[in-house]
Protein backbone atom coordinates (compact mmCIF):
# COMPACT_ATOMS: atom_id res chain seq x y z
CA UNK A 1 0.00 0.00 0.00
CA UNK A 2 1.40 3.58 -0.82
CA UNK A 3 2.36 5.79 2.04
CA UNK A 4 0.89 9.07 1.87
CA UNK A 5 2.13 12.39 3.93
CA UNK A 6 -0.38 14.09 5.08
CA UNK A 7 -0.39 17.86 4.57
CA UNK A 8 0.58 20.12 7.34
CA UNK A 9 -3.05 21.62 7.63
CA UNK A 10 -4.99 18.79 7.12
CA UNK A 11 -7.95 18.43 9.29
CA UNK A 12 -10.17 15.64 7.69
CA UNK A 13 -13.89 14.42 9.15
CA UNK A 14 -16.14 12.35 7.10
CA UNK A 15 -19.97 11.62 8.41
CA UNK A 16 -20.73 8.88 6.02
CA UNK A 17 -20.51 5.55 6.83
CA UNK A 18 -21.18 2.14 4.50
CA UNK A 19 -22.13 -1.47 5.27
CA UNK A 20 -18.87 -2.31 7.47
CA UNK A 21 -18.74 0.70 9.19
CA UNK A 22 -18.86 2.30 12.99
CA UNK A 23 -20.05 4.79 12.25
CA UNK A 24 -20.24 6.15 15.62
CA UNK A 25 -17.80 3.54 17.44
CA UNK A 26 -15.15 0.91 17.31
CA UNK A 27 -16.43 -2.66 15.78
CA UNK A 28 -16.73 -5.80 18.21
CA UNK A 29 -13.65 -8.06 17.34
CA UNK A 30 -11.48 -5.12 16.76
CA UNK A 31 -8.53 -6.40 18.98
CA UNK A 32 -8.69 -9.55 16.62
CA UNK A 33 -8.60 -7.70 13.59
CA UNK A 34 -5.73 -4.83 14.98
CA UNK A 35 -2.85 -6.42 15.13
CA UNK A 36 -2.89 -9.37 12.66
CA UNK A 37 -3.71 -6.38 9.90
CA UNK A 38 -1.18 -3.85 11.16
CA UNK A 39 1.46 -6.77 10.92
CA UNK A 40 -0.01 -8.12 7.31
CA UNK A 41 0.78 -4.25 6.33
CA UNK A 42 3.85 -3.01 8.02
CA UNK A 43 7.40 -4.27 8.02
CA UNK A 44 10.16 -3.65 10.51
CA UNK A 45 7.87 -2.02 13.34
CA UNK A 46 7.16 -4.82 15.57
CA UNK A 47 7.57 -3.83 18.64
CA UNK A 48 5.62 -0.34 18.07
CA UNK A 49 2.63 -2.33 16.39
CA UNK A 50 2.52 -4.66 19.35
CA UNK A 51 2.55 -2.21 22.43
CA UNK A 52 0.16 0.19 20.21
CA UNK A 53 -2.05 -3.25 19.75
CA UNK A 54 -1.93 -3.45 23.28
CA UNK A 55 -2.76 -0.58 24.46
CA UNK A 56 -5.48 -0.38 22.58
CA UNK A 57 -7.00 -3.44 23.72
CA UNK A 58 -6.91 -3.06 27.20
CA UNK A 59 -8.57 1.02 26.96
CA UNK A 60 -11.43 -1.15 25.36
CA UNK A 61 -11.40 -3.74 27.64
CA UNK A 62 -12.47 -0.98 30.39
CA UNK A 63 -16.35 -0.08 30.73
CA UNK A 64 -15.79 3.10 32.18
CA UNK A 65 -12.36 4.42 31.48
CA UNK A 66 -11.01 7.02 33.53
CA UNK A 67 -8.83 9.10 30.81
CA UNK A 68 -8.14 8.39 26.49
CA UNK A 69 -5.42 6.02 25.66
CA UNK A 70 -2.63 8.39 24.66
CA UNK A 71 0.69 6.90 22.90
CA UNK A 72 3.49 8.74 21.49
CA UNK A 73 4.99 7.83 18.20
CA UNK A 74 8.40 8.67 17.14
CA UNK A 75 10.83 8.02 14.14
CA UNK A 76 12.08 9.60 10.63
CA UNK A 77 10.07 10.13 7.78
CA UNK A 78 8.57 7.16 5.79
CA UNK A 79 8.82 4.54 8.95
CA UNK A 80 4.66 3.98 9.27
CA UNK A 81 4.07 6.34 11.96
CA UNK A 82 0.99 8.23 9.98
CA UNK A 83 0.53 4.75 7.67
CA UNK A 84 0.00 2.98 11.07
CA UNK A 85 -3.01 5.45 12.68
CA UNK A 86 -4.50 4.59 8.53
CA UNK A 87 -4.61 1.07 9.17
CA UNK A 88 -5.36 1.21 12.51
CA UNK A 89 -8.84 3.24 11.80
CA UNK A 90 -9.66 0.29 9.01
CA UNK A 91 -9.31 -2.18 11.26
CA UNK A 92 -10.66 -0.75 14.23
CA UNK A 93 -13.90 0.72 12.31
CA UNK A 94 -14.62 -2.05 9.76
CA UNK A 95 -15.12 -5.75 9.67
CA UNK A 96 -13.45 -6.08 6.95
CA UNK A 97 -10.24 -3.70 7.03
CA UNK A 98 -8.83 -5.43 3.44
CA UNK A 99 -11.19 -3.58 1.43
CA UNK A 100 -10.47 -0.55 -0.48
CA UNK A 101 -11.58 2.17 2.02
CA UNK A 102 -11.02 6.08 2.63
CA UNK A 103 -9.43 6.48 5.81
CA UNK A 104 -9.02 9.21 6.77
CA UNK A 105 -12.23 9.46 4.98
CA UNK A 106 -15.67 8.88 4.25
CA UNK A 107 -15.41 5.10 5.66
CA UNK A 108 -13.67 5.92 8.70
CA UNK A 109 -15.48 9.44 10.09
CA UNK A 110 -14.08 8.53 13.24
CA UNK A 111 -10.78 9.35 12.29
CA UNK A 112 -9.48 12.99 12.96
CA UNK A 113 -6.12 13.99 12.28
CA UNK A 114 -4.84 17.68 13.16
CA UNK A 115 -1.68 18.81 11.53
CA UNK A 116 0.14 21.88 11.56
CA UNK A 117 -0.62 23.71 14.80
CA UNK A 118 2.07 25.85 14.61
CA UNK A 119 0.09 29.36 13.29
CA UNK A 120 1.31 32.08 12.53
CA UNK A 121 0.99 35.27 15.43
CA UNK A 122 -1.40 36.80 13.99
CA UNK A 123 -4.27 33.85 13.68
CA UNK A 124 -3.49 31.82 16.06
CA UNK A 125 -5.99 32.89 18.71
CA UNK A 126 -8.90 32.89 15.75
CA UNK A 127 -7.20 29.04 14.70
CA UNK A 128 -6.61 28.09 18.60
CA UNK A 129 -10.66 28.12 18.99
CA UNK A 130 -11.33 26.92 15.86
CA UNK A 131 -9.07 23.83 16.60
CA UNK A 132 -10.80 23.75 20.04
CA UNK A 133 -14.28 23.94 18.40
CA UNK A 134 -13.45 20.97 15.70
CA UNK A 135 -12.51 19.04 18.43
CA UNK A 136 -14.92 18.75 20.51
CA UNK A 137 -17.75 19.00 18.14
CA UNK A 138 -15.99 15.77 16.67
CA UNK A 139 -15.92 14.18 20.25
CA UNK A 140 -19.33 14.82 20.89
CA UNK A 141 -20.69 12.74 17.60
CA UNK A 142 -17.87 10.22 18.02
CA UNK A 143 -17.00 9.33 22.13
CA UNK A 144 -14.29 6.60 20.40
CA UNK A 145 -12.58 8.92 18.32
CA UNK A 146 -9.34 8.38 16.75
CA UNK A 147 -7.59 11.52 17.66
CA UNK A 148 -4.33 12.04 15.78
CA UNK A 149 -2.16 14.93 15.95
CA UNK A 150 1.00 15.55 14.19
CA UNK A 151 4.26 16.84 15.11
CA UNK A 152 2.63 17.23 18.84
CA UNK A 153 6.01 18.53 20.26
CA UNK A 154 5.56 21.74 18.38
CA UNK A 155 2.20 22.35 19.79
CA UNK A 156 2.28 26.33 21.36
CA UNK A 157 1.50 27.13 24.32
CA UNK A 158 -1.92 27.90 24.21
CA UNK A 159 -2.72 24.25 22.36
CA UNK A 160 -0.15 22.49 24.92
CA UNK A 161 -2.64 23.35 27.83
CA UNK A 162 -6.06 23.05 25.86
CA UNK A 163 -5.47 19.34 25.30
CA UNK A 164 -3.59 18.85 28.73
CA UNK A 165 -6.88 20.05 30.08
CA UNK A 166 -8.99 17.64 27.71
CA UNK A 167 -7.40 14.59 28.88
CA UNK A 168 -7.20 15.14 32.09
CA UNK A 169 -10.89 16.26 32.41
CA UNK A 170 -12.17 19.28 32.73
CA UNK A 171 -15.62 20.77 34.14
CA UNK A 172 -15.92 23.72 31.82
CA UNK A 173 -16.55 21.73 28.76
CA UNK A 174 -19.34 19.29 28.52
CA UNK A 175 -17.63 16.49 26.99
CA UNK A 176 -15.69 13.61 27.63
CA UNK A 177 -12.15 12.41 25.93
CA UNK A 178 -12.56 9.47 28.11
CA UNK A 179 -13.01 6.73 25.91
CA UNK A 180 -10.82 8.04 22.79
CA UNK A 181 -7.80 6.57 21.40
CA UNK A 182 -5.06 10.17 20.58
CA UNK A 183 -2.19 9.11 18.75
CA UNK A 184 0.79 11.70 19.21
CA UNK A 185 3.22 11.70 16.06
CA UNK A 186 6.79 13.27 16.02
CA UNK A 187 9.63 13.27 14.52
CA UNK A 188 11.91 13.52 17.34
CA UNK A 189 14.61 11.38 18.50
CA UNK A 190 14.77 9.95 15.38
CA UNK A 191 18.54 10.30 15.63
CA UNK A 192 18.70 8.88 18.74
CA UNK A 193 16.68 5.73 17.77
CA UNK A 194 19.05 5.04 14.69
CA UNK A 195 22.11 5.00 17.09
CA UNK A 196 20.13 2.87 19.55
CA UNK A 197 19.97 0.18 16.40
CA UNK A 198 23.35 0.60 15.65
CA UNK A 199 24.27 0.24 18.91
CA UNK A 200 22.44 -2.82 19.44
CA UNK A 201 22.84 -4.18 15.90
CA UNK A 202 19.13 -6.60 16.22
CA UNK A 203 16.03 -4.60 16.93
CA UNK A 204 14.74 -7.78 18.00
CA UNK A 205 17.31 -6.63 21.23
CA UNK A 206 15.95 -3.47 22.05
CA UNK A 207 14.52 -3.07 25.85
CA UNK A 208 10.98 -1.32 25.36
CA UNK A 209 11.41 0.17 29.11
CA UNK A 210 14.92 1.40 27.71
CA UNK A 211 13.75 3.18 24.51
CA UNK A 212 10.03 4.29 26.58
CA UNK A 213 12.34 6.57 28.70
CA UNK A 214 14.78 7.86 26.14
CA UNK A 215 11.76 8.95 23.86
CA UNK A 216 9.90 10.48 27.44
CA UNK A 217 13.10 12.13 27.81
CA UNK A 218 13.63 13.91 24.62
CA UNK A 219 9.75 15.02 24.93
CA UNK A 220 10.33 16.33 28.51
CA UNK A 221 13.13 18.25 27.19
CA UNK A 222 11.39 19.90 23.76
CA UNK A 223 8.50 20.93 25.87
CA UNK A 224 10.86 22.14 28.52
CA UNK A 225 12.76 24.45 26.04
CA UNK A 226 9.27 25.76 24.99
CA UNK A 227 8.82 27.80 28.41
CA UNK A 228 5.20 26.59 28.62
CA UNK A 229 5.26 24.65 32.18
CA UNK A 230 7.09 24.86 35.38
CA UNK A 231 8.53 21.44 36.18
CA UNK A 232 5.37 20.46 38.18
CA UNK A 233 3.12 20.93 35.23
CA UNK A 234 5.71 19.68 32.75
CA UNK A 235 5.96 16.53 34.47
CA UNK A 236 1.93 16.20 34.66
CA UNK A 237 1.90 16.59 30.87
CA UNK A 238 4.28 14.22 29.75
CA UNK A 239 2.56 11.48 32.09
CA UNK A 240 -0.29 12.37 30.56
CA UNK A 241 1.20 9.81 27.44
CA UNK A 242 0.90 5.87 28.29
CA UNK A 243 2.99 4.58 25.78
CA UNK A 244 6.33 6.17 23.60
CA UNK A 245 6.13 3.81 20.42
CA UNK A 246 9.75 3.54 18.84
CA UNK A 247 9.72 3.41 14.79
CA UNK A 248 12.84 2.41 14.00
CA UNK A 249 14.59 2.84 10.91
CA UNK A 250 14.09 0.11 8.23
CA UNK A 251 16.47 -2.16 6.87
CA UNK A 252 16.90 -3.87 3.38
CA UNK A 253 15.34 -7.22 4.84
CA UNK A 254 11.94 -5.15 5.45
CA UNK A 255 12.26 -3.38 2.03
CA UNK A 256 12.60 -7.08 0.30
CA UNK A 257 9.10 -8.09 2.78
CA UNK A 258 7.17 -4.48 1.45
CA UNK A 259 7.98 -4.89 -1.81
CA UNK A 260 6.14 -8.46 -1.45
CA UNK A 261 3.12 -7.51 0.51
CA UNK A 262 2.93 -4.44 -2.24
CA UNK A 263 3.58 -6.55 -5.38
CA UNK A 264 0.97 -8.90 -4.09
CA UNK A 265 -1.47 -6.20 -3.71
CA UNK A 266 -1.25 -5.29 -7.58
CA UNK A 267 -1.75 -8.47 -8.48
CA UNK A 268 -4.95 -8.57 -5.97
CA UNK A 269 -6.27 -5.79 -8.08
CA UNK A 270 -5.46 -7.07 -11.37
CA UNK A 271 -7.45 -9.97 -10.95
CA UNK A 272 -10.26 -8.44 -9.77
CA UNK A 273 -9.96 -5.23 -12.05
CA UNK A 274 -8.93 -6.92 -15.42
CA UNK A 275 -9.05 -10.69 -14.67
CA UNK A 276 -5.43 -10.91 -14.94
CA UNK A 277 -3.06 -13.19 -12.79
CA UNK A 278 0.09 -11.97 -12.55
CA UNK A 279 3.47 -13.68 -11.20
CA UNK A 280 6.90 -11.97 -11.21
CA UNK A 281 10.57 -13.21 -11.70
CA UNK A 282 12.57 -13.44 -8.29
CA UNK A 283 14.63 -11.14 -9.76
CA UNK A 284 12.65 -8.44 -9.42
CA UNK A 285 12.93 -8.20 -5.99
CA UNK A 286 16.68 -7.19 -6.00
CA UNK A 287 15.80 -5.22 -9.03
CA UNK A 288 14.08 -2.72 -6.95
CA UNK A 289 15.42 -2.15 -3.94
CA UNK A 290 18.89 -1.96 -5.26
CA UNK A 291 17.74 1.26 -6.72
CA UNK A 292 16.85 2.78 -2.97
CA UNK A 293 19.13 4.93 -2.25
CA UNK A 294 20.71 3.72 1.64
CA UNK A 295 22.50 5.49 4.33
CA UNK A 296 24.67 2.11 5.51
CA UNK A 297 21.89 -0.45 5.84
CA UNK A 298 19.11 1.58 6.16
CA UNK A 299 17.44 2.70 3.17
CA UNK A 300 17.55 7.10 3.35
CA UNK A 301 13.32 7.90 2.89
CA UNK A 302 12.21 4.58 4.92
CA UNK A 303 9.48 3.27 2.77
CA UNK A 304 8.69 6.33 1.03
CA UNK A 305 10.81 5.09 -2.17
CA UNK A 306 9.15 2.14 -2.97
CA UNK A 307 5.91 3.82 -3.69
CA UNK A 308 8.45 5.98 -6.04
CA UNK A 309 10.42 2.84 -7.59
CA UNK A 310 6.60 0.71 -7.78
CA UNK A 311 5.00 3.23 -9.99
CA UNK A 312 7.80 4.31 -12.01
CA UNK A 313 8.40 1.05 -13.13
CA UNK A 314 5.72 -1.61 -12.15
CA UNK A 315 3.10 0.29 -12.78
CA UNK A 316 3.76 1.96 -15.67
CA UNK A 317 4.28 -1.42 -17.69
CA UNK A 318 1.57 -3.17 -16.61
CA UNK A 319 -0.58 -0.16 -17.82
CA UNK A 320 0.83 0.08 -21.06
CA UNK A 321 -0.28 -3.66 -21.26
CA UNK A 322 -3.59 -3.58 -19.61
CA UNK A 323 -4.51 -0.28 -22.10
CA UNK A 324 -3.75 -2.60 -25.23
CA UNK A 325 -4.67 -6.10 -24.38
CA UNK A 326 -7.46 -6.05 -21.13
CA UNK A 327 -10.86 -3.94 -20.43
CA UNK A 328 -11.08 -3.18 -17.15
CA UNK A 329 -13.64 -5.16 -14.92
CA UNK A 330 -14.48 -2.89 -12.25
CA UNK A 331 -12.47 0.25 -12.76
CA UNK A 332 -8.83 0.43 -13.02
CA UNK A 333 -7.16 1.21 -10.04
CA UNK A 334 -4.05 2.88 -9.23
CA UNK A 335 -1.05 0.25 -8.79
CA UNK A 336 0.78 0.11 -5.98
CA UNK A 337 -2.00 1.17 -3.34
CA UNK A 338 -2.63 -2.45 -2.58
CA UNK A 339 -6.43 -1.72 -2.23
CA UNK A 340 -9.28 -4.28 -3.73
CA UNK A 341 -12.36 -2.82 -5.56
CA UNK A 342 -14.88 -3.02 -2.38
CA UNK A 343 -17.46 -2.68 -5.27
CA UNK A 344 -16.78 -7.13 -6.56
CA UNK A 345 -17.78 -9.47 -4.42
CA UNK A 346 -16.39 -12.29 -5.86
CA UNK A 347 -13.15 -12.74 -7.89
CA UNK A 348 -13.25 -13.95 -11.18
CA UNK A 349 -11.59 -16.50 -13.44
CA UNK A 350 -8.56 -14.78 -14.60
CA UNK A 351 -8.71 -14.42 -18.36
CA UNK A 352 -4.87 -13.49 -18.89
CA UNK A 353 -1.59 -14.90 -17.46
CA UNK A 354 1.37 -12.54 -17.61
CA UNK A 355 4.43 -12.62 -15.55
CA UNK A 356 6.74 -9.70 -15.25
CA UNK A 357 10.14 -9.86 -15.87
CA UNK A 358 13.67 -7.67 -15.22
CA UNK A 359 15.31 -6.74 -19.01
CA UNK A 360 18.07 -4.47 -18.66
CA UNK A 361 17.16 -1.81 -16.49
CA UNK A 362 13.63 -2.06 -17.06
CA UNK A 363 10.96 -4.47 -16.83
CA UNK A 364 8.73 -6.49 -19.77
CA UNK A 365 5.60 -8.47 -19.72
CA UNK A 366 5.67 -11.75 -20.70
CA UNK A 367 2.00 -13.55 -21.71
CA UNK A 368 1.12 -16.83 -20.79
CA UNK A 369 4.60 -17.08 -19.24
CA UNK A 370 5.08 -17.63 -15.82
CA UNK A 371 8.16 -16.92 -13.89
CA UNK A 372 10.49 -19.78 -12.76
Known amino acids: MVMVELSTAAVTLALASNFFLGKEGILEGACDRLEPYLLSQMVGQDMAIQQFSDAVCDHLNQPHP?????????????????YM???????????????ELEC???DCPSLKVFSGLDYVSIDRAQQHAALKTALLEHLRKMPQALIVIDEYDKMDCDTQFMFK???????????????AIVVLESNAGFEDLHQLLVKTRDRSK????????????????RWDEGGCHDHASLWKMVGLVDFFLPFLPLEQVHLERLFQIRLGAI????????????????????????????????????????SVLLTRYVSRTLRQWTTSHAQ??????????????????????????????????????????KPP
Open 66 to 82: QKPLVVSAHGSPGVGKS
Open 85 to 99: HKLAARALYNQKPQL
Open 104 to 106: PGI
Open 165 to 179: QLIQGSHNVDVSMNR
Open 206 to 221: INAEEVQRLLKDIVWK
Open 267 to 306: AASLLHSHRVNLTWAPELIPFLYKKVDFDGPYPIEGAKEA
Open 328 to 369: PQQGWLTLGGGLIPKALKKPQPPEHHLGLFVKGQGLVIRKNL
